[in-house]
């Protein structure tokens, strides 16, 4: 039997009806205390003909921190927040799984507890400007983690699993993509360490699967992703030899036996040129299901899952204006335009209301 974006799949453990997935998208909309809100279940529910939804990004703790108005889901009043959505979700019969962040050097003391430095691998200062609310500042230099310290990072991501499962997602992906800690350890631009955590790609790779292995042990590799970005150069980002890192982490990931491997295949946001990569190579490291993303239209995404380059195919700003994007795509309907100026902040303007094809 052929297959296409419509063609129904298994991720793990995770059944989808469709190869259309919402890719994760920073909307900056939660509630005071980082608490999601009733507007944040329609916005959600009303996407759930995806075979999957990925949220937005969210911090594991605290220090997780980067921009404002973001969900947390670390406190019971996030995970009660949360709950709303996933329900409102499987209501309409949806998948969704959440995307477990930590920002690291990608922050501002103003927008972290007590107005401690942002933490990274190593104390270098980004390039480029944080979000606060207080709007743009110039990005400072971070304080360097020391090895001791991982651990408690490790066991954020355990707690924000074990949140996960409580506020009822069908699983969670590991945000190791576009310029955040896991991605700061891992490429060689940002990540300066002569420790074991530093140095060789095994060293770099290190701290990535300390939490994937972590995050498995709680929810079962089943329900698990996780999300890269090897050439993405957004927040500063660089690594001398980019395939040879990420060829190194899709095969370290097979040891897990992952529910998916999520790309970014190529940069984003504007970041600049992204260095030659070659994506099938990478993807035929990887042995599970592959999850591929970056200006994806019908056709590409037809392609991809046909030809086996990927499994999914997920889609970020076709979906922030295009709440009904799988029927759009079956009926080879015209799609919204996505207001840019909307993206980030405010309420139902550019969130809830655009127009489903039907009412």
């Known amino acids: 039997m052929s297959k296409d974006l419509f063609s129904p799949v298994v991720l793990g453990s995770i059944s989808l009806k469709n190869r259309i997935v919402m890719a994760p998208l920073t909307r900056n909309r939660a509630g005071e205390g980082g608490v999601p809100q009733a507007i944040n279940a329609t916005y959600y529910a009303q996407r759930a003909s995806a075979g999957l939804i990925v949220t937005e990004a969210t911090p594991i703790s605290a220090m997780g921190h980067g921009y404002p108005a973001l969900p947390g889901i670390y406190t019971d009043a996030q995970v009660a927040g949360w709950k709303k959505v996933t329900d409102a979700v499987h209501a309409k019969g949806g998948k969704i799984v959440i995307q477990l962040w930590h920002v690291g050097r990608i922050s501002h003391p103003s927008l972290l507890p007590n107005q401690a430095l942002p933490v990274a691998p190593s ?72 420790d074991q955590y530093g140095g060789s790609i095994e060293n770099r790779a290190r701290l990535l699967l300390e939490v994937t292995q972590a995050v498995v042990n709680v929810i079962g590799a089943d329900k698990v992703g996780v999300r890269v970005s090897p050439v993405n150069p957004f927040n500063d980002m660089s690594d001398s030899n980019p395939q040879a890192v990420f060829n190194y982490v899709a095969n370290a990931l097979n040891q897990f036996n992952l529910a998916y491997l999520h790309a970014v295949e190529g940069g984003i946001h504007g970041g600049g040129k992204a260095d030659p990569f070659d994506f099938s190579v990478f993807r035929k490291q990887f042995k599970g299901a592959y999850m591929a993303n970056l200006s994806y239209d019908k056709k590409r995404g037809n392609q991809a899952v046909a030809s086996g380059h990927a499994d999914v195919v997920a889609y970020g700003v076709p979906y922030i204006a295009n709440p009904d994007l799988v029927e759009r795509f079956q009926q080879d309907a015209p799609l919204n335009e996505a207001d840019s100026n909307t993206f980030y902040g405010g309420a139902e303007q550019g969130y809830t209301d655009y127009p489903a094809l039907h009412g």
């Open 123 to 194: 104390a270098i200062k980004p390039a480029g400007q944080a979000f606060t609310y207080q709007g743009l500042v110039d990005y400072v230099e971070p304080r360097a983690l020391d090895a001791s310290e991982l651990p408690a990072i490790v066991q954020d991501y355990v707690h924000a699993t074990k949140s996960a499962i409580a506020a009822g997602f069908d699983g969670v992906e590991i945000h190791a993509a576009n310029g955040y800690l896991l991605d700061q350890f891992l490429r060689d631009g940002a990540n300066h360490r002569t």
